[in-house]
């Protein structure tokens, strides 16, 4: 099995970039930025492992607090403006397309549904929505009564969103409806499109508040990034530098402050001593094995690859794989239930205009006592606008529709507006990732995944898809038909306030690795009902300043 | 049948709405891919029909070439990033598939897939993804996930690969350096598809 | 809809919200002719003439170079929208009138007044059907109308640039003097204060939606309300100070307008694409035309100052 290559260069794909002193300059065509580099006998104060939504934060972040950082992530290190084509097909390169085994009663589809393989980890093909955690899910168990804790401060949390929104620069709408106040969006909301103003109409229609969607791409220009112009690729990779990924924001600052970034470099193992503190890692680049060495390490490779090298890393002190004292890695992994519902309009939508979700309704994340509400937790409900390829296999799959029934539906591609969810799914502990006795081409063994809905989910699920009907309903579209699915992974090394409870501290810190730390979606214990890359970029930015206000990294051990 | 006789998006080729990047990439597709044949000239057959059922074109003079393409992935064993249990990996799920379709059709009718009318093709299609399949063959092949999340889903995304796919359906094509300005309901920018007669409600 | 009420022929060049190439194309040439005749009064504000021209020559630019303004503006402006609905195109058709009615010997005394009548009713309904198109909105009222729903008080600089037209053949046709003059003046004055501190409040809403990413953005929201303020204490309060005060702050206006079309002009080639792709970009990027309206409304208030010096 291979992954597909772009076939505009390939070598991206092969040889890396980033090396000799320099890394690529996001924001040119070929030109370079100058890159310190480590050797790597070299101990670094840290080396980080992935670097998307996770550990980009973190890089940038400890970087510029003066620790010496590594941070590699086996995916290439693209120049959006030379690299990425209008073009579905192409942009399949961004995706993590190796294989994974998916099983268990809803098995979960992952590739381009589920996570990214590049600098600037699953943010290079996301699709913006920066959502922030209704406050009081951050207690969940004490405060709702449903699923658990997190292990930290919602007042922090609260306030390193502000952070990150800034440093994002996000178009957000001036008043935003839902939940306590909020300091204004650095920038203005974009344009609603009409795609999202079927969601505004249908909202106003049943009765709810809607807004436009708060956007990690800038409606004016930010720095080298010109505004978006609305292209609508944004799920294959944004060509103009518009969106805010890690790629165009982080990842140069944390080169700027001294860090070193490794493309192409898949990190294998964690190697740890008889005492079981992390000594460095095992790594494939440029054809072969090398080991970094590091004073400390974080992990930071999405929920499935995090916990997959974690439980990969079995040493002297951790024969379960590391950090995994009490059996939790790998489990309580948590997808989003994203199921749609689309229709038919009779004026043209054209909903390939501007990014996919203009406009948003949390009104089932903030309702708590409503006679219809039978599940706990809430899902937020967005405009969307697929694209050709991406939305024709999503009715096959579905619905097993094809043939001329296929091509009569597609005709319709203009006229078709849709609603989907992000829905909060329980965690449970059978969830969960486990490594398969195949290997793959490196050697390393394949993740299985394992994923069953529970009945709190279904119910969700059908509210949603119920609800969403009605509101597409009211906007006015008709030949209503529906898709389920799932979307963003979180969990699998989740955060809990003592070791039976979660495999890291609060800070992110393993509780069975002195030196060791968690520090992406992974990390979070339950999912909420918003997309996630904010809160991870929060959650990341607050576990580095708790490293920062520590110092020493390695203080515990 | 197209709602948008008359568009095309290669005529924006040479505008502002493709770059550099795009134009290689759509070149280098027209161009057809590299001949790399793997699969048996019996397979290619099956393989050809499935693909003219799932997206069938009586209407096009010069069909979309979507066999050929199929072929270049197989050969190529270009992942997806799921392999769902039931399935073996996709260059074998690709191969025990279309011999599988291959058997069903012999059990059931007496002649090829390849051999069988439109219609005929269909209903066996049907069949397969309701799971009700005769063929030993179909033995741990999940039949379902084979027939829509591999075979279907592989056909569908190199159909809308095709930029004569996306000027059928009124798809703006690639766009950029340059977007568009009006994104309003029946809207439209002077570089997109004139607008169709509305939907009649199709299959309602 | 039913299946038979669907047109037989697949195309129909003009559905409702139809996109009219012959019209657009008549428009965006209508806008261009707008810029042009910009660039051509705007070097003339830039020299400073002597001996200074008279009050009624000083007010008929500031209104043509308004209406010039408008023309080019609500030319690309409509034009974005669509043309969508027919009385879309009074908005440059009148700009263009009334720029030609300021124009050296057009038309009679009678065509012209006729003319600038209009353009004030024309930019009072301008109000109007801006108000109902930005209610109609899902969200409306809300900030995000008033970011991308037809702006509301825009069409108010044709109704300007109309009374600038008439009162300014008012004064060439019987010239007044001594106290008619001064007290023509202070309303006059009063009048166009409130006319920068409108234009100023568009700037303000507009650089708002642009987050004032460039420092420059806080200009025509600071100094044509400052401005503003002076000249209408000069008129409250007539004195050689504040006469003089309002006077350098209204000719700093003025070239704070000529230098705003080139930072607008500096941001077209800072969005994806640049000059190259101006289809795009002339009509998202920020509006050339625009800013020069200050400078339209700042030589009125110029007008009015000289008047109230009126020996
Ligand atoms: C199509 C799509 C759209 C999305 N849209 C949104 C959205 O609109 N809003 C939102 O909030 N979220 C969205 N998400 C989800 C969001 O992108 C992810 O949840 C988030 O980026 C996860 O952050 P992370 O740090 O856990 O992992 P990632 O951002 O995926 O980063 C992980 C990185 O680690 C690298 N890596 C993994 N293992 C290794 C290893 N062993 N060695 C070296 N490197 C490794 C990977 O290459 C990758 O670059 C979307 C996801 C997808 C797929
Ligand atoms: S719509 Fe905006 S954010 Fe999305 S790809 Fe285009 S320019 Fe980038």
Redesign the pocket.
Same mark, same amino acid.
């Given at each position: 099995m291979s992954r597909p290559l772009g076939t505009l260069d390939p070598s991206a794909e092969t040889a890396p970039r980033a090396a000799g002193g320099r890394a690529p300059d996001v924001f040119s065509r070929e030109g370079w930025v100058p890159m310190r580099c480590f050797r790597d006998e070299d101990e670094v104060d840290f080396a980080v !492992? $992935? *670097? /998307?939504?996770? $550990?980009g934060v973190l890089a940038a972040r400890l970087a510029e607090a003066g620790f010496s950082v590594v941070a590699? #992530?086996?995916?290439p290190f693209w120049r959006p403006l030379a690299d990425f084509a209008s073009d579905e097909r192409e942009q399949d390169k961004l995706y993590?397309s190796e294989e994974r085994l998916s099983t268990g009663g809803d098995p979960l589809q992952f590739g381009?549904?589920?996570? /990214?393989?590049? &600098?600037? $980890? %699953? *943010?290079v093909?996301?699709?913006? &929505? *920066?959502l922030r955690f209704r406050p009081e899910w951050f207690r969940a168990r004490s405060d709702l009564g449903y699923a658990r804790d997190w292990p930290v401060d919602p007042d922090a949390m609260w306030r390193y969103y502000a952070e990150v929104e800034a440093e994002l620069g996000i178009a957000g709408p001036v008043r935003y409806p839902w939940g306590p106040r909020r300091g204004r969006y650095p920038y203005r909301p974009h344009e609603v499109n009409a795609a999202g103003h079927v969601l505004a109409r249908g909202a106003e229609a049943v009765g709810i508040d809607w807004s436009p969607t708060p956007l990690a791409t800038v409606s004016a220009p930010r720095g080298k990034a010109p505004p978006c112009v609305y292209r609508g690729f944004c799920?294959i990779g944004c060509s103009t530098n518009a969106k805010q990924s890690v790629l165009n924001t982080f990842i140069p600052r944390a080169l700027a402050a001294g860090a070193e970034v490794r493309d192409l470099?898949? &990190?294998g193992r964690i190697e740890t001593d008889r005492t079981g503190r992390a000594t460095g890692l095992h790594?494939h680049r440029g054809g072969r094995w090398r080991f970094q060495r590091a004073r400390a390490v974080a992990v930071? $490779?999405? %929920?499935i690859?995090t916990p997959r @090298?974690l439980l990969n890393s079995a040493g002297p002190a951790h024969p379960d794989g590391i950090a995994n004292a009490e059996g939790l890695v790998g489990r309580h992994l948590m997808p989003h239930v994203n199921d749609a519902v689309w229709g038919v309009m009779d004026e043209e939508i054209r909903w390939y205009k501007g990014p996919p %979700?203009m406009a948003v309704s949390e009104h089932w994340n903030y309702t708590d006592d409503h006679p219809s509400k039978d599940f706990p937790g809430g899902y937020a409900f967005m405009s969307q606008g697929p694209m050709p390829a991406d939305f024709a296999t999503s009715l096959v799959s579905n619905t097993g529709m094809f043939g001329q029934a296929l091509r009569n539906r597609m005709a319709l591609y203009n006229n078709m507006a849709g609603l989907k969810s992000v829905g909060e799914v329980l965690p449970d502990p059978d969830n969960r990732v486990e490594l398969a006795e195949e290997r793959d081409a490196l050697g390393l063994p394949l993740a299985r995944v394992t994923f069953s809905y529970g009945e709190e989910d279904r119910a969700l699920s059908r509210h949603a898809r119920a609800f969403q009907r009605e509101v597409l309903e009211a906007a006015g579209a008709r030949d209503l038909f529906e898709t389920t699915g799932t979307?963003?992974l979180m969990g699998g090394c989740a955060m809990g306030a003592t070791p039976s409870e979660g495999v890291v501290d609060g800070d992110g810190r393993a509780w069975s690795c002195p030196n060791l730390w968690v520090c #992406? /979606? %992974?990390a979070m214990p339950t999912g909420g009902g918003v997309?996630?890359? @904010?809160t !991870?970029m929060a959650n990341a930015a607050r576990i580095a300043d708790t490293i920062i206000a520590e110092r020493a990294p390695d203080r515990r051990g | 049948m197209t709602r948008y006789p008359g568009y095309d998006v290669l005529a924006k080729r040479d505008t502002p709405s493709w770059d550099e990047a795009t134009r290689r990439v759509v070149d280098a597709r027209l161009a057809g891919p590299a001949a790399r044949p793997v699969l048996e000239e019996r397979d290619y057959r099956t393989l050809a029909a499935l693909c003219d059922a799932v997206v069938p074109q009586p209407d096009r003079a010069e069909p979309i070439p979507v066999a050929p393409v199929v072929e270049a992935a197989i050969a190529e064993d270009r992942t997806t990033g799921t392999r769902f249990e039931g399935l073996p990996t996709m260059r074998e799920a690709w191969g025990r598939g279309l011999a599988a379709l291959e058997a069903e059709a012999r059990l059931r009718h007496g002649t090829a897939f390849a051999d069988l009318t439109p219609e005929t093709r269909e209903a066996l299609l049907h069949a397969v993804d309701a799971e009700e399949v005769e063929a030993p063959e179909w033995d741990g092949l999940a039949p379902r996930r084979l027939f829509r999340d591999v075979m279907a889903d592989e056909i569908l995304r190199v159909y809308f690969a095709h930029p004569a796919a996306w000027s059928e359906i009124g798809f703006g094509g690639p766009a950029s350096p340059r977007g568009y300005v009006r994104l309003g309901a029946g809207r439209r920018d002077a570089w997109e598809a004139p607008f169709a007669p509305p939907p009649d409600g199709g299959e309602r | 809809m039913s299946p038979a009420a669907a047109p037989p022929v697949p195309s129909r060049s003009a559905p409702v919200e139809g996109y009219r190439p012959l019209a657009q194309a008549t428009l965006v040439l209508a806008g261009a002719a707008g810029l042009v005749a910009l660039g051509a009064l705007l070097p003339r504000l830039a020299r400073r003439a002597r001996p200074a021209p008279a009050p009624a020559a000083r007010l008929r630019r500031g209104a043509a170079v308004l209406s010039a303004s408008v023309l080019a503006d609500s030319a690309t402006e409509h034009y974005r929208g669509s043309y969508h609905h027919r009385a879309m195109f009074a908005a440059p058709a009148m700009a263009g009138a009334t720029l030609a009615s300021l124009g050296p010997g057009t038309g009679g005394p009678g065509v012209r007044r006729a003319t600038q009548r209009s353009a004030i009713a024309t930019g009072l309904a301008g109000n109007l059907f801006h108000l109902r198109n930005a209610m109609r909105r899902p969200g409306a009222p809300s900030w995000e109308t008033l970011f991308y729903a037809a702006p509301l008080g825009a069409p108010g600089a044709l109704a300007m640039a109309g009374i600038g037209g008439l009162v300014a053949s008012g004064l060439e046709q019987a010239p007044p003097g001594g106290e008619t003059a001064r007290r023509l003046g202070r309303r006059l004055a009063l009048g166009t204060s409130a006319g920068l501190a409108a234009t100023s409040a568009e700037a303000a809403l507009l650089h708002f939606r642009g987050a004032f990413h460039a420092p420059a953005m806080w200009l025509p929201v600071t100094l044509p309300p400052v401005a503003a303020l002076a000249l209408a204490g000069a008129a409250w309060r007539p004195g050689e100070r504040g006469i003089g005060r309002a006077r350098g702050l209204l000719r700093a206006t003025a070239a704070m307008g000529l230098l705003g079309m080139a930072f607008h002009a500096r941001g077209v080639a800072r969005n994806m694409g640049g000059w190259r792709n101006w289809s795009q970009n002339l009509q998202v990027a920020p509006p050339m035309p625009a800013p020069p309206a200050f400078a339209g409304v700042a030589l009125g208030g110029l007008a009015a100052l000289d008047l109230m010096e009126a020996p």
């Open positions: !492992i $992935g *670097t /998307g939504a996770g $550990g590699l #992530d086996a995916g993590w381009s549904n589920n996570s /990214g393989r590049a &600098v600037g $980890g %699953s *943010t093909h996301f699709q913006m &929505v *920066t799920k470099a898949m &990190v790594y930071a $490779g999405y %929920s690859e @090298l %979700s979307a963003h #992406d /979606g %992974s997309n996630p890359a @904010l !991870i | - | -």
